[in-house]
T-cell receptor, first 113, second 117 residues
Framework: GNSVTQMEGPVTLSEEAFLTINCTYT??????LFWYVQYPGEGLQLLLK?????DKGSNKGFEATYRKETTSFHLEKGSVQVSDSAVYFC????????????FGKGTKLTVNP | DAGITQSPRHKVTETGTPVTLRCHQT?????MYWYRQDPGHGLRLIHY???????DKGEVSDGYSVSRSKTEDFLLTLESATSSQTSVYFC????????????????FGSGTQLSVL
């Protein structure tokens, strides 16, 4: 079936550190891939997306590249801020058109000043 | 934001009682979803709706039912609440470009914290 596997958290970094959150997927065909972010006390919101192989999604200094050969979509940021503290979810949209996203379990990031 | 309001925001109830959670949206989005969020499980889809009176099951639908009598409202009912249904419940909406289009963006409400004692 279709699934998403994220690195286990929590992740704790100091401000200005480099961030990588790993995400790999299993899917038939060519899914679209997403990162969602959940700030404390809020619902999820879309951070970035990529819809085909080698696409790079980017937003707010975060980047992720759709790697078909390694079935990965790792989230990176060169210099994190305290305000980036949140839970990050990798997700895929099943190929062939689907109303339903499949989410990973989430990775909690804490950035200390 | 898509103007999604969930009510109540917090609820404590007892095992065996019925509970209804409400999701209201103001964006006229066609699709609506109910997810539950639990530690170690992330988000899991309970039910979703692709139009008025059109609903379908998600991966964890047992013990839950839904109704959508109007575009803007999507109700989630726990007929007889159990402690395993203690969770944070999120409503989401989307408006795919067309039939078969990939769902590119979900808009989420702020969640309902439900505790079943």
């Amino acid at each position: 079936g279709n699934s998403v596997t994220q690195m286990e958290g929590p992740v704790t970094l100091s401000e200005e550190a480099f961030l990588t959150i790993n995400c790999t997927y299993t899917a038939t065909g060519y899914p679209s891939l997403f990162w969602y972010v959940q700030y404390p006390g809020e619902g999820l919101q879309l951070l970035l997306k990529a819809t085909k192989a080698d696409d790079k999604g980017s937003n707010k200094g975060f980047e992720a590249t759709y790697r078909k050969e390694t079935t990965s979509f790792h989230l990176e940021k060169g210099s994190v801020q305290v305000s980036d503290s949140a839970v990050y979810f990798c997700a895929l949209s099943r190929p062939g058109g689907s109303e339903k996203l499949v989410f990973g379990k989430g990775t909690k990031l804490t950035v200390n000043p | 934001d898509a103007g999604i309001t969930q009510s109540p925001r917090h609820k404590v109830t007892e095992t065996g009682t019925p509970v209804t959670l409400r999701c209201h949206q103001t964006e006229n989005h066609r699709y609506m979803y109910w997810y539950r969020q639990d530690p170690g499980h992330g988000l899991r889809l309970i039910h979703y709706s692709y139009g008025v009176k059109d609903t379908d099951k998600g991966e964890v639908s047992d013990g839950y039912s839904v109704s959508r009598s109007k575009t803007e409202d999507f109700l989630l009912t726990l007929e007889s609440a159990t402690s395993s249904q203690t969770s944070v419940y999120f409503c989401a909406t989307s408006n795919p470009a067309g039939r078969g289009a990939t769902n590119e963006k979900l808009f989420f409400g702020s969640g309902t914290q439900l505790s079943v004692l």
